[in-house]
């Protein structure tokens, strides 16, 4: 049996950062909790806003949500009434009113793992076919300009008596290399045959650029 190491989890601290960045000792649990309350709510109540990622971040008794989406519009909703709501409801829910959200946009959407994963998911969920779906969204991510793509679909695809993986791959995806920018997706699509999980793994060649930009304005400022 293989054993798998998670693409984040292997990055962390290197070229991954945390989506929760506080530090408790007695209310660890508890702010686990709520933060798993927090991205559920949001996720279910903008799923078609396009959020690959939430990041929640804490200090003392407040609590900073930044919300990525490739649809801000939808979150923050026609003159801030959708993200006031939210806010409300964030509020009642971790009875803290020391809550602040940011709406940050996402570039290029067709190559964030995640949004590829819930997107296909969708399709497989609306009975397209596998295969019709996964070659489409490989293609959206190299016109999106990716380095690479892995697209890996397991279940009863297409209604077969038995499971079944499906596995569309294009450039190249370095796994092992923990220096790589490796952006990871997992969704699952609720069929009526079953549950079918897809997972996506998307190399960015644009990211090694941005850490290039990032460490040379470091440099500068030392000097």
């Given at each position: 049996?293989?054993?798998k ?6 990055r962390?601290?290197v ?11 007695k ?12 991205r559920d ?9 396009a959020?690959?990622k939430?990041v929640i971040?804490r ?6 949500i930044?919300?990525h989406?490739a ?30 959200i940011d ?11 995640q949004l590829i994963a819930?997107?296909?998911a969708?399709q497989l969920?609306r009975?397209?076919?596998?295969r019709?779906?996964?070659k489409?969204?490989?293609q959206?991510?190299v ?8 697209i890996?679909?397991a ?8 499971k079944?993986?499906?596995?569309y791959?294009?450039?190249?995806i ?5 220096r790589?920018?490796i ?6 699509a ?16 644009g ?14 400022d030392?000097?």
């Open positions: 049996m293989g054993q190491v998670h693409p984040v989890g292997f962390l601290a070229r991954k950062n945390w989506e929760s960045r506080w530090f408790s000792r209310d660890y649990a508890d702010n686990l909790i709520e933060d798993l309350k927090i709510y949001i996720k279910k109540n903008f799923s078609f806003a959020i690959p939430i971040e200090a003392g008794d407040r609590i900073r930044i919300i989406s649809r801000p519009g939808i979150v923050i909703g026609r003159k801030g009434v959708e993200i006031d709501r939210l806010k409300d409801s964030i509020i009642d829910m971790t009875d803290n009113k020391g809550i602040s709406i940050q946009e996402v570039n290029k959407p067709e190559g964030r793992a819930e997107n296909v969708l969920a009975r397209v076919s596998f019709r779906a996964l489409r969204a490989v959206q991510a016109d999106a300009g990716v380095e690479g793509i892995k890996r679909a279940g009863r695809l297409g209604g077969s008596e038995m079944r993986v499906a596995n791959k294009w450039g190249k370095p796994l092992h290399t923990i790589a920018f952006d990871y997706g997992f969704a699952e609720r069929t009526t045959y079953g549950l079918i999980g897809v997972k996506v793994w998307v190399c960015n060649k990211d090694e650029e941005e850490r290039e930009k990032r460490g040379a304005a470091a440099e500068k030392k000097t």
